[in-house]
């Protein structure tokens, strides 16, 4: 096992908080995912073994790797999809758009073992880039999702995440926002239940003029369920009119969750704007009565308000497949 | 017009700068080491027991880590510092008897002003001792106790004290709590009996004269069952240029449907490494209001923190910071909720300019015990400059879903929207920057005890004629 220190915070707070990193244990990598694709470039796996101390040394080896890109002015989607196949495994999913571009990339997440996927994002000027992350792993896997990315100017990047419920599950996005104008949209939902985990940390740079970012992270921890969310927007020295938002909305159902949130702001340059809001908390008496008055008891209700953040962030990535496979997913969880 | 830069100048620090000639009865020589604690010990004829807790502290100080997430504290170096200094006085009970040089400085701070207008009584303490406290009769005849720690140490209290020292803010809890528990001297005892409501406020005030010296007093209060009381304290230093250190520590134990109302106006000098810890446990349905300003100090780590113990429990945070050029400003509060139907609400305002640095840091903490309990956590930032800095860096975790919690944080500059909707109606833009600033700090300041004190009147008056 591989002891991992990852989702590590670029600011400190208190040690005794526990929100600074995230520290697992992790099986030694038998390989690469397996890797089907449309629309990809290339691909490539491995199987290698080795020794490994931090999350950065996993990405050494050339386990599997998948290049997706879009040409200048080229419109393109490309599927992929991730399988462990029951072990540990490692992938390494590259993405580039060209100037004037756009480019969807709809990215699955399967399998009942360890996965790690890295993805490196390079987004050109006037570009239009959205990738997808939905997670359909067995609830007994685990899952490690370490995103970086670039942004060209006067471009979007969207980044969306569905993350229904594991044992495990971490996520790490760090944009940088390098050209004027650009932007990013961020949203994440998230259920889980049992003793599952989910633990994200985005970190967004704000370094080009008029830059914004959009971060939304919404969902359900049930039973003894925890999360732990930890959004940085750093507005570093010249990013002037530049403006971040984060907004986290929590529904606590469970007796024993564990909610952490860990909403930063760094601000080195005056002329910016930087907010962020979190609602935590149970379902409102007041919504109860409303269901109830309609003849919804207050099970239902639940479980109406937990799909309808699945139903919310389906209706954002605006993807007939996708909207499928998360529908089946959180009904059949939901509904048993 | 939009993207003029404007100004607010610096607080006058004058009257907080006049230096008294350093003519001490005895000074410590710098530096932490068993012997220089024993010795202190010994200063301070402490019982036994306190003599071992000091050197135990120093053994948990000698162990511990600088914090590696705050401010970088480098350059305090505890060898440059002496942890005791005495005047040349002993603690009087009239004003007319506390020598001349030490009694100017403190009548020019607005000290003395503010005992007769409006406080039930006052505590002054110059360097490592209390030089000055008086408590009103009427005050003394409902049975409040409001006098130095050390002489309660040797009272009545004693039992008491030994409980209460250090028990909300063990040595343990980080290096410079050791450091206090190993060095502390001076501060102030406060005992509110069961029912007894103080309509008027006690107040201490701490000046630190010596340069390369720190000051520990430890300040403790217990406030019984059904009593309210207020409490202000207020803090100042001249300039040197040299490092000095503050590492205080406050403790409040508040009872049953107690209220304590806890006001801090903090100027230390810039060359102020300021270290303090002040922690509040809370009953059932009682109270604690924090009132906060922090406007000196090269360097500051301040969070007071409440532990809501008792059911129905509630606390209030209200705090302002300022920092202006060479300044690292850390200030916060966290607060833990450990009982059901407990509340906390968290309000701050902090505005960085001449490369000064703020950061807002906070904790909320709602355990499972503590069904029903509800949280307010609002941060807001004002950056007057581009080369200032401003942080937020609140945390909470909560471990029930019958809660509560709400939290929202702003940073930004002068809004250009505001400043033209005020010269629409007529004002200058150097006017408008100033309402607007004015405005933005007023939430709080509202709350500071502005007239119990010349000084504070000083802090938060922002003079706003800038340069366009």
Redesign the interface.
Known sequence: MIDLSINKVP?????F?K??DARIKWQNPTGGAEISAEGADSLYSAETQGEFGELSELFDSEYSRVSVSAKENEEKTARVCFDDKGESRVSVLSINAGNNSNLNVFVMLSGSGSLVLKTDTVVGDNAKVKIVFTQFTDSSGKLITDSTATVGKNSKLSEFRFFPGTVGTYAQSKVNLNGNDSQLLSNTAYLAEKSQKVDVNYVINHFGKRTSCDIAVNGV?NDNASKTFKGTID?K?GS?GSVGTEVENVL???????????????????????????????ISDETLLYFASRGISAKDAEKLLVLSISDAFCRLVDDEITTKNIKIRTEGEIYG | MAENIKQVTDIDRSIYDIRDEENDDYRMKSGLTPEIVERLSQEKNDPEWMKEFRLKSLEIYNKMEIP??GPPIDELDMDNISTYVRPKSDMKASWEDVPDDIKDTFERLGIPQAERKSLAGVGAQYDSELVYHNVKDEVSKQGVVYTDLESALRGPFAELIQQKFMQLVPPQDHKFAALHGAVWSGGSFVYVPEGVHLDIPLQSYFRLNAKGAGQFEHTLIIVEDNAYLHFIEGCSAPKYNVANLHAGCVELYVGKNSTLRYSTIENWSKNMYNLNTKRAIVEEDGRVEWVSGSFGSHTSYLYPMTILKGENSNMEFTGITFAGNGQNLDTGAKVVHNAKNTSSVINTRSISKDGGISTY?S?VVIN?QAKGAKASVSCE?L????I??????????????????????????ISDAQVFYLMSRGMSEEDARATIVSGFAENVSKELPLEYAVEMNNLIRLEMHGTF
Do not use: Q, Y
Request: aromatic share 4%; net charge negative.
């Open positions: 600011s400190l707070t208190w040690h908080l929100m600074n921890l507005f020295c002037s606590l159902l469970g007796d024993n969750i564990v909610n952490k949130t860990l909403p930063v702001i760094l601000c080195d340059e005056e002329d910016v704007n930087g907010n962020h809001g979190a609602t935590i908390g149970r | 590696d997430w840091r904790s499972p930032s950056m007057l400059d581009s200032s800095r401003s942080d937020t860096i609140p945390a909470m975790d909560i471990r029930t879903s019958e809660c509560d919690v709400g939290h929202e944080a702003r940073i930004g500059r």
